[in-house]
C-alpha cells in the first residue's frame, strides 16, 4: 500500500512517502507562516542521493502542501505519477487525551474532537489539524488515519498518572500525566521486542525503559509490551532535561518568577519551553548519535552488573536495525534502536485502512 505521512508542526511540514515498509522518499516545509510565509523553503529528498529545494511562499500549511503535492508528482523529481496512486494519508496528531488509545480512521468525529484536545495541546494540535484539513482538500477521496503520540501511554495505571493535586482537578479538568513521543517509544519497544524474542524472552516477560533521546527527550517503563509510566506528564515539558525545555524543575519557581520576577505567565511559558534545557546551560545540543552520550546514560548502572561494551558502542551504524552494545555477561541488553516514527505511522495507517476494506 502507498501511503503518505504528515507530521505538521507550527511553521513545519514534514513528509514520508512509503511502498509497504519501503521508504519512497521524504520531505521538510520550513518556515511556514513565519513573515508571512516569505522565507519558507521546501526540500525534498529522492532516491539514494536526489535532493531538491526550492524556496517559495508558504503562507499556511495548504499552500505549502500544495508545493509538496507539486513535488511528489514532478516528472523528473517526484515518485508517483498522479496523487491518485496514494491509497491513504497517516497524520500524526499530539494529543489525543483519555478518548484515543489506538490510531483512527479521521472523519468529522474525530476532526472536533482533536479540536477539543488543542486545549491540552495548543501548540501542537492546531497544525496538526491545519495538515488534515489541507490534505482533505486535495484528495477528499483517500482515507486518512491520526496516530496519536499520547495513544501508546493510555495504558498506564492511574498510580502513574495522577498527580498529587486535588482529585477534582482530574475529573473536571483533564489535568494528569498523558505522556508523549508515543509512537517513537512503541516503535523502539516492538524492535527491542523482537530482538528479545529471537533470544528466547516471550513478550509477557519482556521489561524495557525506552529512550527517546533528541531536541525533545523522554523515557517510558515497558512492560509486556504496555506503556508503564513515562517521564513525559500534563505537556511535553515534564520530564528529563531537554534541547530547550527545562525539564521538571520545582513548581513554585514560574510563581517566583511571577511574582518577583514581574514576569506574565507568556513569558514564563516561552522561557521554559523555548529558552532553558541544554541551550539555557551550554547551548549544546544532545548529540544523541555520540558514543559518549550513551556512556553517560548508562553510567552507574554497573551495581546491577550492566557494563558497555566500549568497542560495540564506538561502532554503532546509523543504518536501521537493533545494535547490542552492552558486555555479553550483562544481565540485560543495553540496545540502540534509530527511531522510526514515520514507518510507525504508515504501518498504523495502512493497517486501519485495510481493516476498514476488509
Known amino acids: 500500500m502507498i501511503v503518505l505521512v504528515l507530521n505538521c508542526g507550527s511553521s513545519s511540514l514534514k513528509y514520508e512517502l512509503f511502498d509497504g515498509d519501503s521508504s519512497v522518499c521524504s520531505g521538510l516545509a520550513e518556515r511556514v507562516g513565519i513573515n508571512g510565509g516569505n522565507d519558507a523553503i521546501l526540500t525534498h529528498e529522492y532516491g539514494d542521493e ?15 502542501f500544495d508545493y509538496v503535492v507539486d513535488v511528489l508528482t514532478d516528472p523528473e523529481h517526484g515518485q508517483i505519477g498522479s496523487l491518485q496512486e496514494i491509497e491513504a494519508v497517516g497524520h500524526r496528531v499530539v494529543h489525543g487525551g483519555e478518548q484515543f488509545t489506538e490510531s483512527v480512521l479521521i472523519d468529522d468525529q474525530v476532526i472536533a474532537a482533536i479540536e477539543d484536545f488543542s486545549e491540552l495541546a495548543p501548540l501542537h494540535n492546531p497544525p496538526n489539524l491545519e495538515g488534515i484539513r489541507a490534505c482533505r482538500q486535495r484528495l477528499p477521496n483517500v482515507p486518512m488515519v491520526a496516530v496519536f503520540d499520547t495513544a501508546f501511554h493510555q495504558t498506564m495505571p492511574a498510580y502513574a498518572f495522577v498527580y498529587g493535586l486535588p482529585y477534582e482537578m482530574y475529573q473536571d479538568h483533564n489535568i494528569r500525566r498523558y ?8 516503535y523502539v519497544a516492538i524492535e527491542a521486542g523482537k530482538y528479545l524474542e529471537a ?36 505537556t511535553p515539558l515534564e520530564g528529563l532535561l531537554m534541547g530547550t525545555r527545562s525539564g521538571d524543575l520545582d513548581p513554585a519557581i514560574p510563581l517566583y518568577l511571577i511574582r518577583m520576577r514581574d514576569m506574565d505567565a507568556a513569558e514564563v ?45 564506538n561502532n554503532v551504524s546509523n543504518d536501521r536495525g537493533v545494535t547490542a552494545i552492552s558486555t555479553a555477561d550483562s544481565p540485560a541488553d543495553i540496545l540502540v534502536i534509530p527511531t522510526d516514527e514515520e514507518l510507525m505511522i504508515a504501518r498504523d495507517t495502512a493497517r486501519v485502512v485495510s481493516g476498514m476494506t476488509a
Do not use: K, Y
Open 199 to 234: 533470544r528466547g524472552v516471550p513478550l509477557q516477560q519482556q521489561r524495557i525503559v525506552t529512550c527517546h533521546l533528541g531536541n525533545g527527550a523522554s523515557v517510558t517503563a515497558v512492560s509486556g509490551g504496555r506503556s508503564l509510566d513515562c517521564s513525559l506528564g500534563f
Open 269 to 313: 511559558d516561552q522561557l521554559l519551553n523555548t529558552e532553558s534545557g541544554l541551550l539555557g546551560i551550554s547551548g549544546a545540543g544532545i548529540g544523541e548519535n555520540a558514543p559518549e552520550i550513551r556512556r553517560n546514560c548508562v553510567r552507574g548502572l554497573e551495581f546491577i552488573g550492566l557494563h558497555l561494551d566500549e568497542a560495540r558502542n
Open 179 to 186: 505522556g508523549f513521543h508515543g509512537t517513537s517509544h512503541r
Open 50 to 64: 536526489g535532493i531538491v529545494r526550492m524556496s517559495a511562499p508558504m503562507p499556511d500549511h495548504t499552500v505549502a
